[in-house]
Nanobody
């Protein structure tokens, strides 16, 4: 069974930066497409960013474009999310996700495509 483990969440102030990391474990064949979703209190889960299977193509929600960067954490089947200029509306539980099938990064903006989800890490941005 593949497991995803997030780390790096915490409490920051408006305008500050934070880096989330996601590590995978278990039996993985090939490369995974990976990404990040988030869920704020009382709101539905929403797409944040996606990274295709070879780590070469990225895709972002409009709300984070220009502020967040998703990439491999220097190793295959990992995903890091560099978040800068954070705002109170970025406060949420952030989930790392992964998918086995190769697909366009645009398709990775749909929740149903993912095979694996992490437990989530809390990010709180105070004003």
């Amino acid at each position: 069974q593949v497991q995803l483990v997030e780390s790096g969440g915490g409490l920051v102030h408006t305008g500050e930066s934070l880096r989330l990391s996601c590590a995978t474990s278990g039996r993985i064949v090939g490369s995974l497409g990976m990404g990040w979703w988030r869920q704020a209190p009382g709101k539905e889960r929403e797409f944040v960013a996606a990274l295709n299977w070879d780590g070469g193509i990225t895709y972002y929600a409009d709300s984070v474009k220009g502020r967040f960067t998703v990439s491999r954490c220097g190793a295959k089947n990992t995903a890091c999310l560099e978040m800068s200029n954070l705002r109170p509306e970025d406060t949420a539980v952030y989930f790392c996700v992964a998918v086995r099938s190769a697909m366009s990064v645009q398709a990775m903006a749909a929740q149903r495509v993912y095979d694996y989800w992490g437990q989530g890490t809390q990010v709180t941005v105070s004003s």
